[in-house]
């Protein structure tokens, strides 16, 4: 990429430097209440501005979650909106357009890539974002900004899943549910690069998929009780939980004594801690941490070709509520990414 030069402000007092001024109000979707897909809706806001460490990111494309759908239809982290109209989205991946200081690492024009602290600031549905300098890495070299992405919030939560959490290790046995969605891809790849032995449920169309990713074995959720077919595993990593079929109380009898149950779907089995202990193993919930560290190790990762990142359909920002109803169909395979702007 050619950079354009830089711009320093003439104010003496002034600590930001800029590529160039942008604009006072920006494209973002919104909803103004919880409701279904269709609350989602296209609105002229304010360009928000950094204070102290933050910087100001022109969003080139945002990632969808789950969790986005959840919070639109006023679960997920809707408790923490403190006010309407809101905008959704927690990663993104764009260009600097305002660093904190002349000599930051992030200067104006660094494509970069990262995690907002939504709802505590707004949503990455928007043509600009402030973020805080350490909730962001250098965008990958061989990732598109739309590959990008996806990246952030869904490999982050696999990160903290699979390396801070299970510590996967040589020879441990992981079951991962959900394996071919956003969090499910990264976990089975991370989990097979640290050695673990992998298995990953899924439909079967993406079985083959899966094997390629890195998973030892893959079983057909609609064909086999994944009960039936294992047994003495080390950890589970629970992307779906009570709210499909019991399988976060099917998970608990697969676990050797002692093993790690780790539930990760907001509201997706109340009560799994008390159940896991009557089963004699342990559990734990996980949320993820926006660590730009771990997300520029992730990077690394990435270019290096150890890891991939799965787009599976990408949407422009006005179709964001097509996106949302593509999103809760259940069947995406990897990650839905808006197109925000021009790359």
Request: proline residues 6%; hydrophobic residues 45%; aromatic residues 6%.
């Amino acid at each position: 990429m050619r950079f354009r030069p830089l711009r320093t402000a003439s104010a003496p007092h002034s600590t930001a430097v800029t590529v160039s001024d942008p604009p006072r109000h920006m494209r973002a979707v919104v909803f103004d209440a919880p409701g279904d897909a269709g609350a989602l809706h296209e609105a002229s806001v304010a360009v928000p501005s950094p204070v102290l460490s933050e910087l100001l990111v022109r969003v080139v494309a945002a990632g969808i979650n789950p969790i986005d759908a959840k919070t639109r239809g006023g679960a997920g982290a809707s408790s923490a909106i403190g006010a309407y109209p809101a905008t959704l989205g927690f990663d993104f991946s764009g260009i600097v357009v305002k660093s904190p200081y002349e000599s930051h690492p992030l200067q104006p024009g660094t494509e970069v890539f990262g995690m907002v602290p939504f709802p505590r600031s707004g949503g990455t549905y928007a043509e600009y974002i402030v973020v805080p300098s350490l909730s962001v890495a250098r965008k990958p070299t061989s990732l598109s900004h739309v590959e990008a992405a996806g990246v952030p919030l869904a490999a982050l939560t696999a990160w903290g899943l699979v390396v801070e959490t299970a510590h996967a290790h040589e020879g441990q046995r992981v079951l991962i549910h959900a394996g071919s969605g956003g969090v499910g891809h990264f976990a089975v790849q991370f989990a097979a690069y640290f050695g673990a032995h992998v298995t990953a449920t899924s439909s079967a169309r993406n079985a083959s998929w899966l094997r390629e990713l890195g998973a030892s074995v893959v079983i057909d959720y609609a064909t086999t009780r994944f009960e039936d077919a294992l047994g003495d595993v080390d950890v589970v990593i629970d992307l779906v939980g009570n709210v499909r079929d019991d399988t976060g109380t099917r998970s608990l009898s697969v676990l050797r004594p002692g093993g790690l149950y780790i539930l990760v779907p907001t509201g997706g089995w109340p009560g799994y801690v008390e159940a896991a202990a009557a089963s004699g193993v342990r559990a734990t919930g996980y949320k993820v941490i926006p660590d730009g560290g771990a997300l520029a190790t992730i990077g690394r990762l990435l270019d290096s070709g150890a890891v991939q990142v799965y787009v599976d359909r990408v949407f422009d920002l006005g179709e964001a509520a097509a996106a949302h109803v593509e999103l809760e169909r259940g069947h995406t395979r990897g990650k839905i990414v808006l197109q925000v702007s021009a790359d």
